[in-house]
């Protein structure tokens, strides 16, 4: 079982949680669902470190009723290790508790179904995790496993994090949506960590209604992308000064801007281009600097690491706190000047890769795109539809202001509907 449409199939949550609720089905036949999917795909996929069998459901299940979720392995999940996509953690023995994001999402209804496939210590070192939209081409990272699960149908949600661009990524290479939350939004407690300020939590599902029916759901809100929204004004950032755009996204994303437009939405361009690219340079000193002193023990064992992540602890160990102080300095003042920018619209909108997902599964591909955004703490919606000529997909991020997460997916599911294909040539 190799081709896109055997392996590519993601699960509508909404769909799921409106036939629950309206008793066309239950969470034990969403559980055998699951369970049938991975077993007739895993083989090929490689999305999971370890699958749990059907737990017992609560009474009062929540929104969600007792539905699966996969958990990104750094994640604590109560009877499991937590292993990091490290040799260093192999033989960790299973955790007594959840982190505190998995105990939010436990109230709200969803049950753990086991830990999906990381990188190292969610960095850029990969496993062996392939991609349903496109296999033989990488599913990004640092939630691999996570972006494959829900785009092979395994689940209909998946949590991952991000420090760079580890949960945009995998959901624009592997066409599902994905939220990267406003940072510092929910605890991070029990979540093996890589930057302190610039850790966030994500989570993935198959479109963006389906982020937002989870949203409400995790909040206690209404659905954001229930009833009519108006056209909203966006800025489209082009990312042109950071030079890693490719031509197929780029038309992509100019195709797409002409049709928001076109269907009423104010267009403006986005006006701190080389902003963004001075913040993206910021971030990777801040992200090796941080994680040279959060992952002290790794640090000394370094010689046991893969070469990518070993290279990014010497290099932040080696970084002068003089280098880190500018860095800093430099995404507070970005962080400043996007705010004031935010007054004028409503989303920016722009590439969340470079390009479609490459070949092959010794890499994850560029992060380049997200870094800036992270270092500033905002929320993102990964939103897919675009493909290019030969069917790979391509997403795009819209991005708000901190804390607009129930706005944000309002403008993202609108943008999602105006999603087209790249005219084949």
């Not at 970084?319 to 619209?345: K, N, S």
Request: glycine residues 8%; proline residues 9%.
């Amino acid at each position: 079982m190799t081709s896109v449409e055997s392996l590519y199939a993601p699960w509508s949550l909404r769909d799921l949680v409106d036939d629950i609720t309206a008793g066309r089905t239950d969470a034990a036949a969403a559980w055998e669902r699951s369970a049938a999917r991975i077993s007739a795909t895993e083989t090929t996929l490689a999305a999971w470190v370890a699958h749990g069998p059907r737990p017992e459901f609560p009474a009062q299940s929540g929104p969600l009723s007792g539905i699966p979720v996969g958990v990104k392995d750094i994640i604590d999940v109560a009877g499991y290790p937590t292993r990091c996509g490290s040799v260093l953690r192999a033989d960790s023995e299973p955790v007594d508790r959840d982190a505190e994001i998995v105990g939010l999402w436990r109230a709200a209804g969803a049950l753990p179904a086991g830990k999906t496939v990381t990188t190292e210590f969610a960095y850029f070192a990969p496993g062996p995790t392939d991609n349903p939209a496109a296999p033989g081409h990488t599913p990004g990272g640092s939630s691999s496993g996570s972006a494959a699960a829900v785009a092979a149908g395994q689940v209909p949600l998946a949590l991952g994090s991000q420090t760079a661009a580890s949960v945009t990524r995998p959901a624009a290479y592997c066409g599902v949506a994905a939220l990267v939350l406003t940072r510092g939004l929910l605890p991070t407690t029990g979540v093996t960590g890589l930057a302190h300020s610039l850790d966030s939590h994500g989570y993935y599902a198959a479109q963006v209604r389906d982020l937002a029916c989870a949203w409400a759901a995790l909040r206690g809100v209404p659905d954001p992308s229930a009833g009519p929204a108006r056209p909203p004004r966006v800025a489209f950032w082009t990312a042109a000064p950071l030079g890693a755009v490719q031509p197929v996204m780029a038309e992509a994303v100019a195709t797409l801007r002409e049709r928001l437009r076109a269907d009423g939405a104010t267009v403006t361009d986005f006006a701190a281009e080389q902003t963004i690219a001075d913040t993206t340079a910021a971030h990777k000193v801040i992200m090796a600097y941080e994680a040279a002193r959060t992952r002290t023990t790794e640090l000394a064992h370094a010689d046991a690491l893969s070469a990518p992540l070993a290279e990014l602890l010497r290099t932040g160990a080696a970084t002068d706190p003089r280098d880190y102080e500018d860095a800093c300095a430099i995404v507070d003042r970005t962080r400043r000047a996007v705010l004031d920018l935010f007054a004028g619209y409503d989303a920016v909108v722009g590439p969340a890769a470079p390009g479609p997902a490459p070949a092959g599964l010794a890499a994850t591909g560029d992060p380049v795109l997200s870094r800036a955004w992270q270092a500033l703490g905002l929320p993102v919606v990964t939103v897919p539809g675009l493909r290019t000529a030969d069917g790979l997909p391509l997403g795009v991020q819209v991005i708000g202001p901190p804390h607009s997460e129930a706005a944000l997916l309002r403008t993202a599911t609108w943008v999602q509907a105006r999603t087209v294909p790249v005219p084949t040539p």
